[in-house]
């Protein structure tokens, strides 16, 4: 009979497992429920889909993204595993007999999205399976205490339901002792078995700088440190603009966010993976399945909204186990900034009573009425009818959604048609005069044809990147065409979508959740007042402070963050760090060095060479080569 190894070797190539995992799949294997938490990059997948290949029937996968499904969907098949993934639109015909080959077709693996099952012919279909194996990826998305809370994840308690004797593994990366049970419980654990990891990374320096000059310190960063980085910022603008001004200094540079077109995201990323633009700019939006190996920095432009999104961001530096840097970078104005974006728009209980009851008018629902009734919409002009902040809405929204009131559609497909009605002539000499008009054309063009012809439909979103001129203005120059009669121009200005799924009560549909909103706002809080203990704490090791909030205790400071290179730095006088600095630039003088070769060499502390070599790629002293080296700058 094979064993684990047996088949780790035979479909992977790998000699042995790595840490934890041999444990992870052993539970598995003898009928456990296994909560398993490994760091990013520490091989989750390997834990649920070699105790599959050993027992007989499907595995039953939810993850919640579609782009990591398919990955994982075409590498199994590479391997010659069978495997399938339900993502999309699919016909219901079509559906029905994917659902019949995984009952009858030797199928190995099966992936959903959370969505997925509140199909009643998934779960039908589901019923007739030999369940070996139930994997819930990203499990702390369960947890209404989670930091990337998805409503549709409560949906896979159906699963228990439905395979009461199915094991259930549920894998994440990060989760506190407050999430970690309340996965356990959401997902009815009836033979719990909780195997983690340490959340201690040694190969990433955590850092917080206060900087009244951020961009010019980011540019240092990234012009000292060659090598591929992510930079987070807290905004879709942000991102645009910090992406064009490294690039003005000379780094090469590209961004990311949630409101980007697929096709454009996909672009992006693989130029970022592809090494063709070395640094990302990014959103929160770029986070989950994102596997870049040699990512040596990531730097946070404007401070995150939970320890956990920030170590999960930060873990993905240095995943080749290589030194690595994860810094902070912020100024006085910071903390009032994180509390206006977050703490001030918290909703409350009377603000979750007025966006609902504007809800309800806007969309003219009666009472007693309005379950599963869908609007797309434009998310800025209900605000703007009604009067309401827009951060504290959207963050209302979201509350109902979790409430189980509501499901949102965000980055609904603005349809926009265009097609040009005057001569070549008349359009070359409209174009001659307004370059913008002409780029927006040319790009039309380019991109479709047919414009002369035809109705087409575009992106316009796509058009504007490429095109490089704001959306808005974009809108405004081609109506101002469609009004001369040189162009026809339809723009849809939905972005957003909604869907009702309990009837209108208005105050006694959302009442009974009080505890709730009261819980969810003071969770808020304390995550919040989490990160500022965090960052603005400059007595203990940014190392431990990360363990301990996840509820690790021990360890021992790093010797390598901001704040304990300032206790080094403490117990070093100036003439040491001179006598230090002439040690090192001898050394260099003849060849480039390692630093463990330079530790080597010269009789000091390792601690304190760390710390005076930091001080002098700062200083732009010494410079860091891409294979790890140090060499004398010219």
Known sequence: MATPVDIL????????????????????LEGND???????????????????????????????????????????RDKGIRAMALTGAIALGELDQMLDNCIYGNYKFLYLSPERLHNDLVQERIKKMNVSLI?????????QWGHDFRPAYRNIQLLRELKPDSPIIALTATATPEVSEDIQEQLHFTRPQVIQSS??????????????????????????????????????????????????????????????????????LQQWLGSQKRVMVATSAFGM??????????????????????????????????????????????????????LYSLPDLESTKLVYKRLMSYFRIAYGEGQEFHFNYNFRAFCSTYNLETVKTYNTLQLLERLGMIQRTEGVEKQTRIQVRTSHRQLQDACYKDSKFSALIQTIQRTYGGVFEDMISINLRTVCERAQIPMSEAIRILQSYADQGFIIFEHNIH??????????????????????????????????????QYVFNEKDCRSLQLLRYFGETGGKP??????????????LSPLQKNRMYLSIKSALEKESLTAEEIYEKLPY??????????????KKLILLHEDRTYKLSE
């Open 9 to 28: 070797r035979k479909y992977w190539g790998h000699p042995s497992f790595r840490p934890l995992q041999n444990k992870i799949i052993n539970k598995v």
């Open 34 to 76: 296994v909560l398993a938490l490994l760091p990013t990059g520490g091989g989750k997948s390997v834990c649920f889909q070699i105790p599959a290949l050993l027992r007989p029937g499907i595995c039953v996968v939810i993850s919640p993204l579609v782009a990591l499904m398919q990955d994982q969907v075409v590498t199994l």
């Open 135 to 143: 994997a819930v990826d990203e499990a702390h998305c369960i947890s």
């Open 199 to 268: 959340f201690a990374r040694p190969n990433i320096t955590y850092e917080v700088q206060l900087t009244q000059e951020k961009n010019r310190l980011l540019r240092d960063i990234l012009h000292a440190h060659s090598q591929a980085g992510i930079v987070y910022v807290g905004s879709r603008r942000k991102a645009a603009s910090i992406a064009g001004f490294l690039e003005n200094q000379g780094i090469s540079a590209t961004y990311y966010h949630g409101g980007l077109p697929e096709s454009l995201k996909t672009e992006r």
């Open 289 to 342: 399945g994102i596997d870049k190996s040699d990512v040596r920095t990531v730097i946070h432009l404007d401070l995150p909204e939970n320890l956990e999104s920030y170590f999960q961001q930060a873990g993905r530096a240095g995943r080749d186990g290589l030194p690595a840097q994860a810094i902070i970078l912020c100024n006085d104005k910071d903390q009032e900034l994180l509390k206006k974006q977050y």
């Open 495 to 532: 972005d957003a979508g909604i869907t009702f799924l309990v009837p209108r009560e208005d105050n006694s549909s959302i009442l009974p959740h009080t505890p709730f909103i009261e819980q969810y706002t003071q969770s808020k809080k304390k995550k919040l007042a989490s990160v500022l």
């Open 558 to 571: 790093c010797n390598g963050c901001d704040v304990c290179r300032r206790s080094v730095e403490r117990g």
């Open 605 to 618: 502390q390792k601690k304190h060479i760390q710390m005076v070599l930091e001080q002098l790629i700062e």
